[in-house]
């Protein structure tokens, strides 16, 4: 059945791996609520790309092909690309399903798709030389020496709770499956893609060859917005505002602010790292590549309001 492209804005939603439950079951009910705010959007005419993060979701496939291994199974140890491409599965599966539920509910002649998407890295990215980012389980010493004999891996000790896998997090360069994200959404379609930032891949040439790294999903999905020029790239998070003296009797919400501003409150050190920093970050790089477009970071719930105007935090150029 043909479907055809809202008349409105065109927008990527960046969700967090964590707002989507630590089990299947309780993600279940996370992606129904997501998905009611975002077809809200929809019935609005704005065309939606949605990411997601998987960091929990990554961190769970793992562990399990890990204890099998570790304990005997005839599980083999399973590459993090492919415990990426699992997780973009299972959530993009939930998720996909449960935006077309309802938009069949309302009536509203659109579908959903999920994209498992590959993000190329580049194989001299500094981040390579140094991986700090823990995945997976934790092992003894002697487990983790023969798992990276085994596997080529690079493991730490983390705090003296035993040891973990440690990959870098290197910068997205581009999405592999840009072309088809960009003709789907020209059709009509709700397209979920980009999990956990896609599938980290270096391009050689031969082809594409995954590799084990971690991707910001924020990153990924600013450069995807800015690649086919969206109109806005909206960051959820936990808070409707993004705020200075966080957490402080000077806390001060932020309706506006340009890269200069943003800029200036990074260097004072105003958003925290791992939390509202790369979120700001990846929002500065949206509206750097592609001036013409707005950076919105807000709360889930307050999504709708906020393409209108009536909260969050816009980042303009």
Request: net charge negative; charged share 20%.
């Amino acid at each position: 059945m043909p479907y055809e492209k809202g008349p409105g804005k065109s927008v990527v939603i960046a969700l967090g791996g964590n707002a989507l439950g630590t089990t299947p079951t309780e993600q279940l009910g996370f992606v129904r609520h997501t998905a009611k705010n975002i077809v809200d959007m929809v019935a609005e005419g704005i065309n939606v790309v949605v990411s997601h993060g998987n960091g929990p979701q990554v961190g769970m496939i793992e562990t399990a092909f890990d204890f099998a291994h570790a304990h005997g199974g005839k599980a083999p140890a399973m590459p993090l690309p492919e415990c990426g491409a699992m997780s973009q599965g299972y959530i993009g599966y939930q998720l996909s399903q449960a935006l077309l539920n309802e938009l069949k509910e309302r009536g509203i002649m659109r579908s959903s798709v999920a994209l498992i998407t590959q993000t190329v890295v580049d194989r001299d990215d500094p981040a390579f030389e140094d991986p700090t980012k823990p995945v997976g389980s934790f092992f003894t010493k002697d487990e983790a020496l023969r798992l990276a004999a085994e596997t080529g891996a690079t493991f730490k000790e983390d705090a003296g709770r035993g040891w973990r896998q440690v990959v870098a997090s290197p910068q997205p360069q581009r999405i592999v499956e840009f072309d088809v994200i960009q003709d789907l959404m020209a059709d009509g379609y709700v397209v979920v893609c980009a999990g956990g930032g896609g599938v980290p891949v270096i391009e050689e040439a031969d082809g594409y060859h995954g590799v084990a790294a971690v991707i910001d999903k924020d990153r990924s999905s600013a450069k995807l917005a800015a690649a086919f020029e969206a109109d806005m790239l909206v960051i959820l998070t936990a808070v409707e505002k993004v705020a200075i003296n966080y957490n402080t009797p000077d806390q001060e919400e932020i309706d506006v602010m340009d890269v200069a501003q943003a800029e200036e409150y990074i260097a004072q050190g105003q958003f925290a790292p791992g939390s509202m920093l790369p979120k700001v970050e990846a929002c500065i790089a949206y509206v750097r590549a592609y001036p013409e477009g707005r950076a919105l970071i807000t709360s889930l719930d307050a999504a709708a309001a906020g393409l209108k105007g009536e909260t969050g935090t816009l980042i303009v150029a």
